[in-house]
């Protein structure tokens, strides 16, 4: 591609993004989210190859889909109300099309079923912006509508964790995994949208950090199934150590940043008064748990038998660029103590 | 006029279920054309005459386009109908099911039934898609550069997809 083209194409990736955060109004936010989509297609099919060919067209034909309900819902809010505000969206009706649709955008269960096939044709990197820049305009817009009856984002949420822990399990494909691992970390974050807004915002920030670790070390290691992950540990013995607390912390587990969103939402729905809520989504993590685990496992907790001749390649430099991936993982591993700070930076 | 407002919206919806019964693709392009040509009429009878020209010269354009190539692309011997007796069931559910929708949602004076959009506006005395248009090239302006960067985003990511002419992915449909 030349690169004149992607400036063009990354240029206007981040235009739709900026237009959908700023927008007050249901046309104006569609078109953000329309110029997003646009601006993905030629990256994801940037190398030509059946699969990716195929990866796009699934990614347009959901991502159209579901801009259409958008916009069609905003419609019917404008005729039912008289007003295209965002903020003051109240009728039932158009609140509950837009969260489906929304859902559908996000890839959250029981709508995601297209986010593994998509993930799975496409490069490492690709999929990295796929699952931070790209699902930050649906959430923008998920944070900004006030639905009138909880059990609707309660249901999306925890089908999320469940679906993304079930989903997961039975995978050997890292990029399939990490997909339901987005399904099961957007679960956690629209369980917790109507209740507290700002706890969405900081899930989906540790997110961010957390996913963009993982991916980037599974692009150094040029890893795309558990077998390949197997046998990278030659290729960067220090990262190997490191990798499996980055995943862990994905998982939510205590001493690291992943538990902070998970903790503060489970202490914001008990406060709510939905114990029962709170315990099975407690549960469905653990779910997620099993797969993370099992790539721990399988990278770092058993040698494979390979020959001697196998581990020489941590000698020769990598030419990838590991500064991104030295922070990220510390954020991903360390942040936890952070924790008052990161509440009052994301405190609406 | 009220009985040619009922004639345009049910050729609407009849259009739309001709496209989703999955019928051979230039049918499916043909009921897109009249699903274009009813919905025009729809908008005439509501009162936006201008718009409704812009849609029907514009679309139908982009129409005739999509027709010639699923024409060339799909030209089969013998194209499946209405024969088969599938198409006919889902046709006729389809209708049903929107049909019924109609009966039970759409009650008198609940503002889904029909209005002209000078009603809407009350007693205007101007015609509110003229005040549109000039809104649009005004405070509108912003959004015009927008719409024309959207345009030539669109003609990148097309050239993009679809380069490589014969060893592209996107042409290996014979």
Known sequence: MSPYILAILLFSLGLGTTITFSSTHWLLAWVGLEINTLAMLPLMAQNHHPRAVEAATKYFLIQASGAAVLLFAGVINAWLTGQWDIHQAAHPLPIAIITLALSLKLGLAPLHSWLPEVFQGLNLTTNLILATWQKLAPLALMLQIQPPHSSLLIFLGLMSTLGGGWGGLNQTQLRKILAYSSTAQLGWMILVVQFSPSLTTLAILVYVVTTSATFLTLKLNKATNINMLAISWAKAPALMALTPLVLLSLAGLPPMTGFMPKWLILQELSKQGLPATATITALTALLSLYYYLRLTYAMTLTMFPNNITSTPPWRLPSAQLTLPLAILALAAISLLPLTPAAMALVAL | ?174
Do not use: H
């Not at chain 2, 809104?135 to 490589?164: D, H, I, K, N, S």
């Open chain 2, 1 to 174: 006029m009220a009985y040619f407002v009922y004639l345009f919206m049910v050729g609407l919806v009849l259009g739309m279920a001709v496209v989703a019964v999955n019928l051979s693709p230039y049918f499916a392009a043909f009921g897109l054309v009249v699903v274009a040509g009813m919905g025009c009429g729809v908008i005439i009878s509501f009162g936006g005459s201008f718009l409704s020209l812009v849609l029907f010269l514009i679309y139908l354009g982009g129409m005739l386009v999509v027709f010639a190539y699923s024409a060339a692309l799909a030209a089969e011997p013998f194209p499946e109908s209405f024969g088969t007796t599938g198409a006919v069931l889902y046709f006729m559910g389809l209708v049903g099911v929107v049909g019924v929708f109609a009966i039970l949602y759409i009650e008198e004076g609940s503002g889904l039934g029909g209005c002209s959009s000078d009603e809407v506006m009350g007693m205007s005395s101007c015609v509110t898609e003229y005040d549109g248009m000039s809104q649009m090239y005004g405070p509108g302006g912003f959004l015009l550069v927008l719409c024309a960067w959207v345009l030539l985003l669109t003609l990148f990511v097309v050239l993009e997809m679809t380069r490589g002419s014969s060893r592209g992915p996107l042409r290996s449909v014979k």
